[in-house]
């Protein structure tokens, strides 16, 4: 047995590979994501000495969480195809155990909680007013299914041995007996009171393609949840494309990340541009996941910023007009850079200074999307920017918008 010790990981593959051709698919996919940790837990002394083993599979502790009754189901298929491997090799005893991987973060205390109790019931009482059925395409077994373990969970109806049975009667069989929103206030799913992922779970899975297939509900359904979510410091973000749909995942907010776009919203909102807001979700979404287009991006969002004011300030520009243009226009439309400042004023260069790079900033972003941003091949030998890189140009080109939209409304239409 020490060499399963030293090395777990042949003796586990082989066990995977048993489990996948048994249809034991579950199981095998825990073994692949696991991280095995062997561990000598006993001894007998009985008939020459037995060394005991227990082979820990370290998984995330909300995948742990989730798991629940399923967990022993899956330690003892692991175990019986692991035992029929090991038993060539070695007369010790060894058992498997999930367990949940412990954290290493330091700063754990600091994070943000889950998700709050009245985040939640804002977010359910939004889809009751609004009549969402939370099953989309699906019927309500089919889509707890996804979720759930339905058969381990229990019946509130007598003559059903469990909530499988006992959601098709009442919502398929006779669906006039529960009313639609009978999920939400269900103990077994708990989720109002329950674990943030389960809920986030949910969340994710009314917006999954093939829940609610049509892109522009779901893309209505996550704007409105993440505008509550985002009180909490979570937010569904997307993570993969099915048949050209976003399937999307919850993710907690890196601490005071979302205050810039928060900002860009509001000023979007006062300049009455839907497409801002279109960019703004579009900005947020890939500054973690892809930089390269959250820069490319920051660009778009600047030159929407610009056409929205000089249209309502019925400045002409031209369709084919850059960047560059657009902010000289806007700028001297505005007169970011005013001639009148004292220079007995304490601080009007700088002032000047400040104003000047403002407005220049918008072309080095140009240029910084042209190097790094989306929209342009690479050869093999490209590296790409990194987050912290496309946070920055997001919040530049947030800084630009607030100042020149705040500038708009105090100058008011000549």
């Known amino acids: 047995m020490a060499k399963l010790a030293d090395d777990p990981e042949r003796y586990l593959a082989t066990t995977a590979e048993l489990l996948s051709a048994e249809g034991m698919r579950e199981a095998a996919d825990l073994l692949r994501t696991a991280s095995p940790q062997a561990e000598q837990t006993g001894y007998d002394n009985w008939n020459g000495g037995t060394t005991i083993w227990t082979i820990y599979l370290q998984i995330e502790p909300h995948v742990y969480a ?21 038993d060539r090799f070695s007369t010790d005893w060894y058992s498997v155990m999930i367990v949940p991987r412990v954290s ?21 009482d939004g889809l009751i007013v609004d009549a969402v059925t939370w ?6 077994v089919e889509f707890l299914e996804r979720l759930y373990d339905l058969k381990s969970l229990p019946s509130t109806d007598s003559r059903f041995h469990d909530a499988a049975g006992d959601i098709w009667q009442h919502r398929v069989n006779n669906p006039l007996d529960w009313p639609d929103d009978w999920i ?13 992922d389960t809920f986030l779970n949910f969340l994710c899975e009314i917006v999954h393609p093939v829940v609610r297939p049509d892109r522009n509900e779901a893309l209505r359904l996550v704007q409105q949840f993440n505008d509550q979510l985002r009180k909490d410091g979570w937010e569904l973000v997307e993570q993969e494309k099915i048949a050209g749909r976003p ?22 909102d006062a300049l009455d541009a839907a497409w ?16 390269a287009l959250a820069i490319g991006t920051a660009k778009d969002l600047l030159e929407s910023c610009c056409k929205s004011i000089l249209t309502k300030r019925e400045i002409a520009f031209t369709r084919s007009a850059d960047l560059p243009e657009l902010t000289k226009a806007l700028a001297k ?11 007995a004023a304490k601080g009007a260069e700088k002032i000047r200074l400040i104003l000047r790079n403002l407005s220049a900033l918008t072309l080095y972003l140009a240029e910084l999307r042209g190097l790094y941003g989306s929209g342009h091949g690479r050869d093999g030998k490209h590296r790409g920017l990194e987050p912290r890189h496309a946070r920055l140009a997001a ?5 630009f918008i607030d100042f020149v939209t705040e500038t708009h409304h105090q100058r008011g239409v000549e």
């Open 66 to 86: 989730a798991m629940g009754a399923r967990r022993e189901p899956l330690e003892q298929q692991i175990n019986q195809r692991l035992k029929s491997i090991l």
């Open 104 to 124: 290493t973060d330091a700063r754990w205390r600091d994070r943000k909680s889950g998700v709050s109790r009245t985040i939640r019931q804002n977010i359910i």
């Open 135 to 140: 099953g989309g395409r699906l019927e309500e």
């Open 184 to 196: 939400y206030g269900d103990d077994r799913f708990n989720l109002l009171e329950g674990s943030s």
């Open 247 to 268: 399937r999307f995942v919850a993710r907690q907010l890196v601490p005071g990340a979302g205050r810039s776009a928060t900002r860009a919203k509001s000023v979007a």
């Open 276 to 291: 801002m807001q279109k960019e703004i979700e579009r900005l947020e979404n890939a500054i973690e996941r892809d930089p």
């Open 333 to 343: 439309e505005l007169k970011l850079v005013p001639e009148g400042i004292s220079d």
């Open 395 to 399: 919040a530049a080109a947030i800084a």
